[in-house]
């Protein structure tokens, strides 16, 4: 199984902030089938990103994804205050699909 | 608008069997595979099992092999998960997840606000 792993764990930033997230997996993402997702405390995960760089339906233009084969990013160009969150990647080019640990961006 | 409600969670013994269901409005829901991932508390996110729009493409996570089943009834617009032999690891919240595809699994675009299974005696 593709194991994810995600850097770093915490990140303390403040609102108007550049962020980027990474995501690394331990064979090749078949196609670049990586997507992120967003979770905020007491709610359900909700997709960002899919196909590495793809905007889901209804995610602000301030959120990209890019990277290809192990290595893979998610940047917020600005942060706004409901960005603050805990953000997930998640391999589905070979089964089991498998998620990353998690990386939490936190208010400084 | 796509909701997905899940129900069934609770507190079982060590041993124990429940019965999650997740229901389903706002889509047609034998277009779509379905899935369980669960959350410890406090901790990230693990696929459970899947299945595909008409039940003929069925995984599971190895941890949970054997002891859960999960099928879905497309005439109720319902997703279940069976789950026997409940160990105290097991004890999560489990959100049902709608696949973007129909057989082959993807990524999950809409999800539950989950049910909580605490495995304790």
């Known amino acids: 199984e593709i194991v994810l792993t995600q850097s770093p764990g915490t990140l303390s930033l403040s609102p108007g902030e550049r962020v980027t997230l990474s995501c690394r997996a331990s064979?090749?993402?078949?196609?670049?089938?990586l997507a992120w997702y967003q979770q905020k405390p007491g709610q359900a995960p909700r997709l960002l990103i899919y196909?590495?760089?793809s905007r889901a339906t209804g995610i602000p233009d301030r959120f990209s994804g890019s990277g290809s084969g192990t290595d893979f990013t998610l940047t917020i160009s600005r942060l706004e205050p409901e960005d603050f969150a805990v953000y997930y990647c998640?391999?589905?080019?070979?089964?089991?699909?498998?998620f990353g640990q998690g990386t939490k961006v936190e208010i400084k | 608008e796509v909701q997905l409600v899940e129900s069934g969670g609770g507190l079982v013994q060590p041993g124990g069997s429940l019965r999650l269901s997740c229901a389903a409005t706002?889509?047609?829901?034998?277009?779509?595979?379905m899935h369980w991932v669960r959350q410890a508390p406090g901790k990230g996110l693990e696929w459970v099992s899947g299945?595909?729009?008409?039940?003929?493409?069925?995984a599971y996570a190895d941890s949970v092999k054997g002891r859960f089943t999960i099928s879905r009834d497309n005439a109720k617009n319902s997703l279940y998960l069976q789950m026997n032999s409940l160990r105290a690891e097991d004890t999560a919240f489990y959100y049902c997840?709608?696949?973007?595809?129909?057989?082959?699994?993807?990524?999950?675009?809409?999800w539950g606000q989950g049910t909580l299974v605490t495995v304790s005696s």
């Open positions: 997840a709608r696949d973007k595809n129909g057989y082959n699994f993807v990524y999950f675009d809409y």
């Open positions: 299945i595909s729009w008409n039940s003929g493409h069925i």
């Open positions: 196909g590495a760089s």
């Open positions: 064979q090749r993402v078949s196609s670049n089938y």
């Open positions: 998640q391999q589905y080019g070979s089964s089991p699909q498998t």
């Open positions: 706002g889509f047609t829901f034998d277009d779509y595979a």
